[in-house]
């Protein structure tokens, strides 16, 4: 069930980001993910999703090999970015009810509680504000069912009392055998959470085109 990361390398646009960066994660466990600007950490989470390639290392989430086995790998996890990657023509209530099926999970009913969304239930998700349009992306972790969540900035454009309602459900994530890896600048009320800092890399790599581009939810969807 634990995410090994040993002697981890990860590239864009022409310069190593991630180097040598070695971690493990068990169940029942949140890592903070912590650094400056441009010290890897979106970079680490989008490669761990695979929407990155990986330079050098390994990485392994059940024991399957995140380089040779992606699709496997990304089973068990669910991958929420900067972007909310809402649809704005559908309902909030569509929205969830289309991950729902393409998750195979129960109704939208549920993730519409825990956030907070039952009463935007019909609303177009492109009338929405900024934070109900975060709420409505998170609530897909709940319709995912997967072990390991990968979130970069979660809290962005949430008010303080919807961030101790996420801190309240990572910390029911965890105590149900789930993992968490976060990246974030602000404190979630996560008292058992570990810490691992990242500092930006010097070395530069030879150029290579990166064409992907951050849709807000990728691996596991």
Known sequence: MSLVVHDLSVARGGRMVVSGLGFSLSPGEAVLLRGPNGAGKSTLLRALAGLLPIAGGTARLMGADLARAPEEVQEHLAYAGHLDAVKPQLTVAENLAFQARLFGSPGPERALALFGLAALADRPAGACSA?????????????????????????????????????????????????????????????DARELRLEPVAAAVRDSADPFLDDGWGAGS
């Open 131 to 191: 934070g109900q349009k975060r709420r409505l992306g998170l609530a897909r972790l709940v319709l995912a069912e997967r072990p390991l969540w990968l979130l970069d900035e979660p809290t962005v454009s949430l008010d303080t009392d919807t961030v101790a309602e996420f801190a309240a459900l990572v910390r029911a994530h965890c105590a149900g055998g789930g993992m968490a890896l976060l990246a974030t600048h602000i404190d979630l009320g996560l008292p």
